[in-house]
């Protein structure tokens, strides 16, 4: 395949001058020590002359969506878009109302944050029931469309980190694959990662339902269940994330005790590591969280100090 | 993401320079109504002044791996390889000897072609279990060293169909990301796939085992089970490709009856759809087959008519 290789060589070549003569990198980030070390690992696996270069076959980075990409408090995009739908829905589904956590929540959705596990998957599972890939893209697209955030008052995709824009732009342009993993499920984030982050559908990992493949007038069509295809919560996200890539990623980009497996797991691959742990210390400008565990393996990002802004201004 | 779009429209020029000045494309496929379909749908769906044209985001392709882009007569790859390895272990497993299908087959695995898909899959299943993905790629990569296929007498890796070699480098160059779909296993493709086909490995799509993972001296690994995590035989495929690329694919190429109903899918989507069925129909080069079904919406590719050569010349 040397055509492509020498097309990857001239691809190569050119972000690097894009580099160097568009606008500074990572802008948002103030100087110091996350900044720095991302800037540094970055050089020294693309450069060929370093010690620590990591071909471009091999350059995939994975990073965490909900919480780390955007705010997940007081409640995740995915857990919000279901219990809107599932209010809009009701009137066609009398029995919710007598069945929990339907009923306690067409009450009431203010204790959603304090729903079980358990519970959320079934409501996520149970709202989307039905639906093909494509009438589930669309009805994620007209939420999106409408939500606005509590705190913020500003639709979700505004409510990109900035900072992290920037990251991921920088990856790309130097060859990295970026891969978003999703744990509200990967159909939700699919629905708008083109259009948002400029990647392509297949870059989005996460939780998955069976689908159905149904024969509606001579037409293949999948639809989907209510049931989890394969789960990825906390200790199962290293085995989703191998099974997806076939291999460790380089770099990962991670903000809860839910990603302390692929952390760990990443950084225990021989070869060059980045483990970014973006810790949400900034109560001023976001939620705060006690998920504040440090490693030697890990990078801390501190909201409230390595970053001058958090959001593209309105 | 202005500066990943720039580039994606370089790349796109460059791969079209490389197209017209470079060696002919498809040289290996007679003039016929095969070599035309392919060029002219390539033609429209990447030409942006056609109403076919495909956005560079959404130009997905699979192409199914044993029977499409090499061999899978008389037995397949992974399966030749689980048997050997089966082979080379049973003296630390002296209770092998005693069940069935481990028993027939270390007296005689002549009838390999005969077992049903349950044995087949079990026995997949267990020659690896216990291995890190890592050592599995690397028993993988030494058995493709030494092994030679039976009839032609050389390495797999030889095998590799040359026309399909020429089908992937045109669709790369033209902005398509080439899937190839492995029903003996992704990893087993996995281990060889950026060696042989330039490709990464997260381009592999197929069965996959249960992960395990283990601390040991501190560290982080994942192990193979001897389950299997999901399975797309025939009926399934569909759904593991709408898992892993998020939508309908623009191309699919494929041999066996095993393929239609993902080949019926595709070809099911909106929009501009090519899929292509290779037909086993010359039995002086390569092993013949029975799977010749049509249907209006497939474009049959004879390996007899169509293709000049089959192989690279040794």
């Not at 857990?79 to 209010?87: C, E, G, S």
């Not at 969280?289 to 309105?314: C, E, G, H, I, Y």
Request: aromatic share 8%.
């Amino acid at each position: 395949m040397n055509g492509l290789r020498v097309i990857g060589a001239v691809v190569a070549l050119l972000a690097c001058a894009a580099g160097a003569h568009g606008a500074e990198v990572l802008s948002s980030w103030r100087e110091g020590a996350a900044r720095s070390a991302i800037l540094d690992f970055v050089q020294r696996t693309t450069d060929p002359a370093s010690p620590d270069f990591v071909p471009p076959l091999e350059r995939v980075a994975v990073l965490d969506h909900d919480g780390t990409l955007w705010p997940e408090q007081p409640v995740s995009a995915p857990l919000r878009f279901a219990v809107d739908r599932i209010r809009a829905e009701a009137p066609q589904h009398p029995e919710w109302y007598r069945r929990d956590p339907y009923r306690s929540l067409l009450k009431d959705d203010s204790h959603l944050g304090q729903l079980g596990d358990r519970e959320l998957m079934q409501l996520l599972l149970a709202a989307h029931a039905g639906l093909t890939p494509e009438a589930f893209a669309q009805q994620v697209q007209q939420w999106l469309a409408g939500a606005r955030h509590p705190r913020f008052g500003r639709p979700y995709i505004d409510l990109v980190y900035q900072p992290m824009r920037e990251l991921v732009q920088l990856l790309e342009d130097r060859g990295y694959r970026v891969f978003i993993h999703a744990s509200g499920g990967a159909d939700f984030l699919r629905a708008f990662v083109e259009r948002v982050w400029g990647l392509p559908r297949e870059r989005v990992i996460g939780n998955q339902v069976v689908l159905e493949l149904q024969m509606r007038d001579g037409r293949a069509d999948l639809v989907r269940s209510a049931r989890l295809h394969w789960s990825d919560q906390a200790a199962g996200k290293p085995a989703t994330v191998e099974h997806i890539l076939g291999r460790r990623p380089v770099i990962v980009v991670a903000n809860s005790d839910q990603d302390e497996a692929l952390m760990n797991w990443a950084a225990a691959g021989r070869g060059p590591r980045l483990v970014l742990r973006l810790l949400h210390d900034d109560p001023g400008r976001d939620y705060e969280s006690r998920a504040r565990r440090t490693s030697p393996a890990w990078q801390p990002v501190s909201m409230k100090n390595d970053w001058l802004v958090l959001f593209a201004p309105p």
